[in-house]
Each structure stands twice: as C-alpha cells, then as structure tokens.
Nanobody
Framework: QVQLVESGGGLVQAGGSLRLSCAAS????????MAWFRQAPGKEREFVAA????????KVADSVKARFAISRDNAKNMVYLQMNILNPEDTAVYYC?????????????????????WGQGTQVTVSS
C-alpha cells in the first residue's frame, strides 16, 4: 500500500507559476512509476505528466508541453510538477499517482489504469 499526499496547489494569476509536490509513503519508491493527472469541473480526468522509475525519462501531455515539467527525487520519496505560464484552462484538481512497474526503469506510463495508487488531489485555480 502506498499513500500519496499532494501539496502546493492554490490560487494564482494567469501567467504565474506553481510547483506541486507529492510525498509517497513507501520504502520501495524506486519501484513505482509516477504521474500527475488533473480533472477540471465537468470533465474527465486527464493525463498531465509521467516520470519513469529512475527519473531519467518523462512524458508531458501536448496541452502543457513547454510549460510543465515533472521530476522526482527517489532519495526523498518525492515527485514534483513545475507549472509555468499558467492559464485559466489549467484550473483543476491535480492528482499524484503511483504504479508498481516491473521491467525497464526508463518507461513512462500515460494512462490512469496503469496506476493503482492515487492521492487526494490538490486544487489549482488560475484567475484571468
């Protein structure tokens, strides 16, 4: 069982930045691929970014590419989402997700079904 706790959300003006953090409670954090998803009101949950188990590779959704970046620190059991040039369309609840993965530590996984553990979410609101 992995518990995930997100932090760093809040209210920001358009053009601003936020850094989300996710703390994972597991002794085998390096065995988990990690990702961020988001869900806006009235919309389905969507993929934002994923990072491989070893942190060497990442994948970012086209809608946020060049503005968002995901990273992880396996020594601290943390994953981060740096969000720059935010706009009102980025308003959503952001969820951290963890998926136990075998095989290559370089793979990223962009689908929600690939993640068994989810945090409670953190609200990001971007005002225009």
């Amino acid at each position: 069982q992995v518990q995930l706790v997100e932090s760093g959300g809040g209210l920001v003006q358009a053009g601003g930045s936020l850094r989300l953090s996710c703390a994972a409670s597991t002794r085998t954090f390096g065995n988990y691929a990690m990702a961020w998803f988001r869900q806006a009101p009235g919309k389905e949950r969507e993929f934002v970014a994923a990072v491989s188990r070893n942190g060497a590779n990442s994948k970012v959704a086209d809608s946020v590419k060049a503005r968002f970046a995901i990273s992880r620190d396996n020594a601290k059991n943390m994953v981060y989402l740096q969000m720059n040039i935010l706009n009102p369309e980025d308003t959503a609840v952001y969820y951290c997700a963890a998926g136990l993965q075998d095989g290559s530590g370089y793979n990223t996984f962009p689908y929600a079904y690939q993640y068994a553990y989810w945090g409670q979410g953190t609200q990001v609101t971007v005002s225009s």
